[in-house]
C-alpha cells in the first residue's frame, strides 16, 4: 500500500528525495510521514505532514530536511539537504488513519559517506 523509493548513497553535503507512493489517496490519511532507523538505534521520527497539510520535524532535521505531498500523484517526498553521515538509516514511510493500523512501506537505505 505505501511504496518508499529514492535511497542511495550520497555524500556528505549532498542531497536526496525520497518519496512515498501510495495505492490509494493520500487524504484518506490523517497523518504521512518519515521514521529512520540507524544501525543500533532505536527508530525516530523525522517528519510528518497532517492531512490539513500541518508540517512536523525532528529538530535534528529541521532546516535541512522538507516535506511535502502531491495528491494528483498520491506520494509524499521528503527533500534532504545537506546531508550528515549521522543520517544514515533506513527510512520508512508511514501512513495513519484513525482507528486503522499504521501503514509502513518496505524502507529505503540512505548511506552518507563522510
Known amino acids: 500500500q505505501l511504496q518508499a523509493s529514492g535511497g542511495g548513497l550520497v555524500q556528505a553535503g549532498g542531497s536526496l528525495r525520497l518519496s512515498c507512493a501510495a495505492s490509494g489517496t493520500i487524504f484518506s490519511f490523517n497523518v504521512m510521514g518519515w521514521y529512520r532507523q540507524a544501525p543500533g538505534k532505536q527508530r525516530e521520527v523525522v517528519a510528518r505532514?497532517?492531512?490539513?497539510?500541518?508540517?512536523e520535524y525532528a529538530g535534528i532535521v529541521k532546516g535541512r530536511f522538507t516535506i511535502s505531498r502531491d495528491g494528483a500523484k498520491n506520494t509524499v517526498y521528503l527533500q534532504m539537504n545537506s546531508l550528515r553521515p549521522e543520517d544514515t538509516a533506513v527510512y520508512y514511510c508511514f501512513a495513519v488513519r484513525l482507528g486503522r493500523p499504521t501503514l509502513w512501506g518496505q524502507g529505503t537505505l540512505v548511506t552518507v559517506s563522510s
Open positions: 505532514i497532517g492531512s490539513g497539510g500541518g508540517l
